[in-house]
């Protein structure tokens, strides 16, 4: 059990129950996109050229879509689920929208979480868009 879990309070109990596996952080990452708070959104080479040639058949299609968030190291994810327990929220509650670091998809760097214009970023209403339904009969597409 790595030592972010331990100091969470993330019992492997916990991470056994919910059959979560555990995933690698990337070592070679790109710019995929570049946020419009200029933050820039990193993803292996192959998943960025898969993204950006979904972007494209998007926008053709008039979809526009936006990275919200891409890569994000172990230490990056024990930081979110640590500022969530310092705002009093229980660690069973976090983990049911944020994976526990060491076992989220997002340390892999294949991993994107999108919106669209009028969506509120990683929120449910995202699923009402039009981009969502595109994504959903596209996205497969790209990989």
């Known amino acids: 059990m790595n030592s972010h879990l331990l100091v969470l309070g993330i019992s492997s109990e916990l991470i056994a129950s919910r059959g979560l596996q555990k995933c690698e952080e990337a070592k070679f990452l790109e710019i995929a996109e570049t946020g419009v708070d200029g933050r820039d959104h990193l993803l292996t080479p192959v998943a960025a050229e898969a993204w950006r040639q979904l972007k494209r058949a998007a926008v053709e299609d008039g ?3 936006f990275i919200v968030s891409a890569f994000r190291s172990v230490d990056r994810q024990a930081d979110i689920v640590r500022r969530k327990l310092e705002a009093g929220v229980v660690i069973e509650d976090i983990l049911t929208i ?3 670091p060491g076992f989220s998809e997002h340390h ?3 991993a994107v979480d999108v919106s669209t214009a009028g969506s509120h ?10 981009a969502y339904t595109w ?3 596209r996205a ?3 990989g």
């Open 135 to 137: 994504l959903t009969k």
């Open 121 to 130: 970023a990683l929120e449910v209403d995202f699923d009402k868009t039009t």
């Open 98 to 100: 944020c994976a526990p």
């Open 108 to 110: 892999t760097g294949c």
């Open 140 to 142: 497969s597409e790209f």
């Open 63 to 65: 979809i526009n879509l």
